[in-house]
């Protein structure tokens, strides 16, 4: 499974390996060592349509654009959602 990391981080603990401790080893253990980006948000629940017409959407709390609640990822933004926002 592959894992989202934080560009910044990953170059940041490349260039943190001592001077003449430069191995691929050394570079792959450093990534490793990297905790996972994962972008994860929630729904917020919102009616939209008419009253003869209604139906629940979902906003994504994180990029505001809609999906609908069931949906796992935001179709917009490609964050996880864990659920609703209360
Ligand atoms: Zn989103």
Same mark, same amino acid.
């Given at each position: 499974?592959?894992?989202? #990391?934080?560009?910044?981080? =990953? #170059?940041?603990?490349?260039?943190?390996?001592?001077?003449?401790?430069?191995?691929?080893?050394?570079?792959?253990? =450093?990534?490793?060592?990297?905790?996972? =980006?994962?972008?994860?948000?929630?729904? #917020?629940?919102?009616?939209?349509?008419?009253?003869?017409?209604?139906? #629940?959407?979902?906003?994504?709390?994180?990029?505001?654009?809609?999906?609908?609640?069931?949906?796992?990822?935001?179709?917009?933004?490609?964050?996880?959602?864990?659920?609703?926002?209360?």
């Amino acid at each position: 499974m592959s894992d989202l #990391i934080n560009r910044e981080e =990953a #170059i940041k603990a490349i260039m943190d390996i001592p001077d003449g401790n430069w191995t691929s080893e050394k570079y792959a253990d =450093a990534i490793k060592e990297l905790p996972t =980006a994962e972008r994860t948000g929630k729904w #917020i629940f919102n009616l939209k349509g008419s009253l003869s017409n209604m139906r #629940i959407v979902g906003l994504c709390n994180k990029c505001g654009e809609h999906g609908f609640p069931q949906m796992k990822y935001c179709p917009s933004c490609g964050a996880r959602m864990k659920g609703e926002v209360k």
